[in-house]
C-alpha cells in the first residue's frame, strides 16, 4: 500500500511542476532625466534637447528569463526608442535600461517667450515588446519572445502635467523650452539671440558708453532709483543714437505667487523727461522652481543727448502697490556719434538678452542636458566690408551676471579670448554687467562676420550688447589716439584712459604688444617732445 502512495505522489509532481516553471516581466518605474536636479519632484522633457528616459525592468519569477529581450518606449502614443535586455534577468531580480530622446519643435511646439510654454505627455514602456512592434505591443505576450505567466503586466505608463505642485507651490514642467540654450536653438526660428538696433557708415564715427547703477535685490513697488552717467565725446562730434538699456530679473520668490514669473514694469526719467521702453527683451529657463525672467528695459534717448556732460537716470518701478517687486540691476547709456575725425567708420549695434548656461553630465546634479555648443549665442553682422583700406577695429561685446571664468568670445566662430566678462571686466561696482573691448582686425572677413558668446559651464550669463566698429582710412599715424591727425597731450590722455579700462586700439598700441598700456601713454608723451619716434 505504501508504494502504490509513492508512485501516486510522484505522478502528481511530475504534472504539476512544469506548469510553475515561468517568469514573470513587468515595469515598476520610469524615470525621466534621473539625476537632474529635482528631476524627482519636477518632470520635464527638453524639446530640441537630448533627455534620457530610463525604466526599470522586473522578473517576478519564480523561473529566470535566459534569453535577451526588447524594452518598447513610446510618448503620447509614438515609438520614441527601443532598449535590448542582454542575457536575460534572473527571479527577483530588476535591470535598469535608458534611451536618448530629442522631442522636436513638430511633435510639441513648445513656443519661447513670455508666459514660457509648457505641454503635458504621457509616457509608456512595455517590458517583452518587439521594437517591430512598438507602440503597438498586445498584451497576449503576441509582441514578444519571452513566455510568461502572466502577459498583461508588462506596461507601465508616466502622466506628466504641464503644471505641478512643488513644496506646495505651482510650478512649469512637462514639455518645456529650455531657456538655458540659446535663441538660436529654440523653437521660434524667428526669435534671434540680439538685434540689429543700429548700422552706421559715416565719417569721423565712433561710440562710447557709460555704465552706472548697483544692484538692488528687492526694487519694490513705486521704488525709485537714480543713477548719473558721464559722457565725453570728441571734439566735433555730433550724436547720431543714443540709448539707455536698464537690466534687472525677475524677484526670485515671484514664482511662488505667478509659476511663469514676471515682467520687470520700469519707467525712466532721463533730465527730467518721462520715458516709457522703447522694447523690452527677456529670457528665462522656462521650468521648475525659481522660474525668473531675466531681461533688459531699453529706452530711447537719442533726443536728449547733445554732447559731453552728465545725465541723469531714475528708474522707477511702476507696479502698483501689492504688485511684482522685481531685482534691478546696473545700466549703461550708449551714445553713437559722426564727425568726430577724417576716417570712415562702419558701426553695427546690436541688443537683446539671451540666457545661456552650459549644464550637462559635467555638473552633477544641475544637469540640464545643455552643452556648451548649445550655450552659445551666434549674432550675425550683416553687410559688406572693404578689407583693403582698414586700419582699426573694435568689438564691445556686453554680458550681464558674467562674473565667472569660463566663458568664451568667439568671432567667426573662433575662441579669441577665454575667460571673457569676468569679475575683472565688471566696469561699475556691483553693477553686474561685464564689457570686453578687443580687436578682431586679423578675424574680419569682407561679409557673412559674426560673433558669439559661449558658456562653458560657469554659473550662467545673459547676453546682452555688441558692438563692432570698423575704421577704413590711410594709415593712422601712430599715437593719434583721437584721430585728429596730430599728436598731442589728449593722445596721451586717452591712451592712459584706455589703460586703465583695458580697452584696445591699434593705434594707441605703440609699442605693439597687443594690449594698451601706462607705457604707451608715456611713450606718447615722448614722442609729443621728439624724444622719441613712433
Known amino acids: 500500500m505504501k508504494r502504490t502512495i509513492s508512485l501516486v505522489c510522484i505522478a502528481v509532481l511530475m504534472m504539476v511542476a512544469p506548469a510553475l516553471a515561468a517568469p514573470d516581466l513587468s515595469v515598476t518605474d520610469i524615470h525621466v532625466n534621473f539625476g537632474d536636479e529635482r528631476s524627482g519632484d519636477i518632470v520635464r522633457v527638453y524639446v530640441n534637447c537630448e533627455n534620457i528616459i530610463s525604466a526599470v525592468v522586473q522578473n517576478a519569477g519564480p523561473d529566470e528569463v535566459t534569453d535577451g529581450f526588447e524594452v518598447c518606449f513610446a510618448a503620447d502614443g509614438a515609438v520614441i526608442g527601443c532598449a535590448d535586455v542582454t542575457g536575460g534577468l534572473v527571479a527577483d531580480a530588476n535591470t535598469t535600461v535608458s534611451i536618448d530622446w530629442t522631442p522636436t519643435c513638430a511633435d510639441y511646439p513648445v513656443t519661447p517667450g513670455f508666459p514660457p510654454q509648457s505641454l503635458p505627455l504621457t509616457i509608456t514602456v512595455t517590458a517583452d515588446c518587439n521594437c517591430s512592434s512598438c507602440p503597438n505591443c498586445m498584451d497576449d505576450g503576441s509582441s514578444g519572445t519571452i513566455d510568461e505567466i502572466n502577459e498583461t503586466d508588462n506596461t507601465r505608463s508616466l502622466v506628466i502635467p504641464a503644471i505641478q505642485e512643488f513644496s506646495g507651490y505651482e510650478v512649469i514642467g512637462g514639455v518645456v523650452n529650455n ?13 534671434e539671440p540680439l538685434y540689429l538696433a543700429g548700422y552706421f557708415d559715416t565719417v569721423g564715427g565712433g561710440m562710447t558708453a557709460n555704465v552706472s547703477g548697483t544692484k538692488i535685490s528687492t526694487f519694490a513697488t513705486q521704488a525709485t532709483d537714480t543713477r548719473v552717467h558721464h559722457i565725453d565725446l570728441p571734439d566735433g ?5 543714443a540709448r539707455l538699456y536698464v537690466h534687472w530679473y525677475d524677484k526670485w520668490d515671484n514664482y511662488k505667487t505667478y509659476p511663469t514669473g514676471c515682467l520687470a514694469n520700469l519707467s525712466v526719467n ?3 523727461t518721462d520715458l516709457m521702453p522703447e522694447v523690452v527683451y527677456h529670457d528665462s529657463k522656462g521650468f521648475g522652481k525659481y522660474q525668473s525672467p531675466k531681461g533688459c528695459s531699453v529706452f530711447n534717448i537719442t533726443s536728449l543727448v547733445s554732447g559731453s556732460g552728465d545725465y541723469t537716470a531714475i528708474v522707477k518701478n511702476i507696479e502698483p502697490i501689492g504688485g511684482n517687486n522685481t531685482t534691478l540691476l546696473g545700466e549703461v547709456l550708449g551714445v553713437f556719434y559722426t564727425g568726430a575725425h577724417d576716417y570712415r567708420v562702419q558701426l553695427w549695434v546690436l541688443e ?4 545661456l548656461m552650459a549644464a550637462d553630465e559635467t ?10 555648443e548649445m550655450a552659445t549665442s551666434t549674432v550675425a553682422l550683416p553687410g559688406e566690408i572693404d578689407l583693403t583700406d582698414i586700419v582699426d577695429t573694435r568689438l564691445s561685446t556686453f554680458v550681464i551676471q558674467g562674473m565667472a571664468n569660463g566663458s568664451d568670445l568667439l568671432f567667426n566662430g573662433e ?6 566678462w569676468n569679475t575683472s571686466t565688471e566696469v561699475y561696482p556691483e553693477s553686474k554687467i561685464n564689457i570686453e573691448k578687443t580687436s578682431v ?6 561679409s557673412n562676420n559674426n560673433m558669439g558668446f559661449r558658456d562653458n559651464g560657469s554659473d550662467g550669463m545673459q547676453a546682452a550688447c555688441a558692438a563692432l566698429m570698423v575704421v577704413h582710412g590711410s594709415e593712422p599715424m601712430p599715437g593719434d589716439v583721437n584721430g585728429d591727425r596730430f599728436l598731442t597731450t589728449a593722445d596721451s590722455v586717452l591712451a592712459l584712459q584706455m589703460a586703465v579700462s583695458g580697452e584696445y586700439t591699434g593705434v594707441a598700441d605703440v609699442n605693439d604688444d597687443d594690449a594698451v598700456t601706462s607705457i604707451d601713454a608715456l611713450m606718447i608723451l615722448q614722442a609729443i617732445v621728439k624724444n622719441i619716434e613712433l
Open 363 to 372: 555638473r552633477g546634479d544641475n544637469n540640464y542636458s545643455i552643452s556648451p
Open 179 to 191: 531657456g538655458y540654450m540659446s535663441k538660436n536653438f529654440d523653437c521660434d526660428t524667428t526669435e
Open 415 to 420: 575662441v579669441i579670448k577665454t575667460d571673457a
Open 441 to 446: 582686425l586679423s578675424e574680419l572677413l569682407s
Open 237 to 241: 562730434a555730433a550724436v547720431l543714437g
Open 352 to 355: 537683446g538678452t539671451d540666457y
Open 270 to 272: 532721463f533730465n527730467g
